[in-house]
Structures are given as structure tokens and as C-alpha cells.
């Protein structure tokens, strides 16, 4: 790993991701009874859903935006990591059960093991569990990622028990990494690495940037398979924000005075940061909550 004095903190991780949807009743059904998610809170036009009192996907009431066209910059999936195997299948199961049709696809990532979903309004959703660090590979600086395929109905029958069933909200769950669609790979690597301070962990030529901090397999990643030569996003439905969470307020500050200095604009509310990305895809930087 990377010896620069830039990088965000080993202890960084994600928080929530906000969607902007159409239909707010809809989306909290799917990510409350399908996903699993608890519904921590709703207020107007904002619910907010996770677990274990940890947001993981807020849902912003905008009916009145359209829908981005097709190969735009955006969200590829939010990524929510489970605690155990049996937390994912049971997650897995219940989204089998009240929304079926969703289902895209599942794989072992040799990290990890990861089910694919895409939400009633479009928007990617990936559901995982996380193999331990001493079992993954580095191999001259990157991690060894592939695409095993994963059954998922041997993987149910394997951890579902009639307990998972009859309760499916087991151990925590928070987003892991996010996923974004971008319009090239190298602009982002200048921001998400040059700039914002993540170490790249993985690439695959010029389609595909995996990125985090402290050695993880990724907290974020951008791809232009469905949006290659994409410009600034639109205001539209789905991706309102992604957040990504560093240890102190001290640090935040270090992130906007870093991004200062490569002249991008950011906003600071005297607690959290906003800055936006090349596709204009809004990240805000925010402390850890106090312990």
C-alpha cells in the first residue's frame, strides 16, 4: 500500500446513500419488507432506513423529477455489508419472497460474496458478505477480485433456517462501498484518488476503478460500462448523495483544505463537507458519530 501522507484515514468507511424517488411508499416497502432494513425514521418527504440505528439508504420524496437518460453518470449500486452468511441469506430470502422479479444476478468475489438486485425505480442494489481479511490476496499492490458464480438457491438452502425465516433482521448492516457510473476512469481516479485521498486497490484497464482506505477491498468504485463518455449528471431521480465517513470533525477539515488546494469548490456546514465529483455526483464527508 501507498506510503503518501494524503491519504483519507485507515478508519474511513461509508455512510448512508441518498435516492431521490418517485414513489416514497414504494421504495420504503422494498428496502423495509424485501431488503430487511429497519425504518429508523420518516419525517415529510425523507425516510430514512438501516440498521442497528446505522442509516444505510435514505429516500428523498421528489415526484416531481424525471428519470436520468439512459448511459448517464450516476449510481451503479449501494452496496450493503452484512455482519454474517446467515444475515445475508436471510436477507437474500426475504427479498426471494416479496420481490422476486428484482434479482439480477449473485457472485463469490473471492473477497466477498455478493447477491444483485435492482430496486422498483431502477437503482442497483448489492447485498454481500464480507470473507476475512486474512483470506484475501494482494498480489504487486492490488487485491485479487473475481467473478465466481455463486448459486444462490444452494446458497439458501445452505443458511436459511425456519429461526432466518420466521426473523430475518439478524446482526447489523451498513453500506460497505458504493459504486458509481462515471463517464471516463481516468477523471476518476484524479478525483477519488489524486484528490479526495483514497488508494486505488484494483483496475481493470480504462472501464473499471476500485478504491478505499485502510487496506479494504473497496469503499468505492466507478465504472463507465454503461456510461462511457457520460458529462455531468443531471438533477434526476435516484443518486442524490453518497457519504463517506472519516474519524474525527479534525479530519474533515483536512479534506477540505486538501480539495481546496486542488481549487475544487466545496460547501461546509461547520460539520460536514460537500464536495462534487467530475459527473457532478455529490459526496459529503462527515465525522464518525461521538462514542
Known sequence: MSTRSDLLSAQTGMGAVTLRVGDLDGMIAYYRDAVTLDLQSQEGDVAVLGRGGVPAVILQHAPELKHAAPRSAGLYHTAILFETEAALAAALYSVARHAPGTFTGSADHLVSKAFYFTDPEGNGVELYWDRARTEWSWA????????????????????????????????????????????DVASAKEFYVD??????????????LFV???????????????????GRRPLALGLGLVEIVVPTPDEVGQVGE??????????????SLMVADPWDNQIRIVPAPAV
Do not use: C
Request: aromatic content about 8%; hydrophobic content about 35%; proline content about 3%.
Open 140 to 183: 504487486h499492490g492490488q487485491i485479487e477480485m473475481g467473478t465466481v458464480y455463486l448459486d444462490p438457491n444452494a446458497y439458501l438452502q445452505q443458511h436459511v433456517t425456519p429461526a432466518l425465516v420466521e426473523d430475518p433482521r439478524v446482526g447489523g448492516a451498513l453500506v460497505g462501498h458504493v459504486h458509481l457510473s462515471v463517464g
Open 195 to 208: 484528490k479526495l485521498g483514497f488508494e486505488t486497490t484494483t483496475a481493470f484497464g480504462d472501464s473499471a
Open 212 to 230: 478505499s482506505a485502510g487496506g479494504y477491498h473497496h469503499h468505492m468504485a466507478m465504472n463507465v460500462w454503461e456510461s462511457k463518455g457520460a
Open 258 to 271: 486538501r480539495l481546496g488546494h486542488y481549487g475544487l469548490q466545496t460547501r461546509d456546514d461547520g460539520r
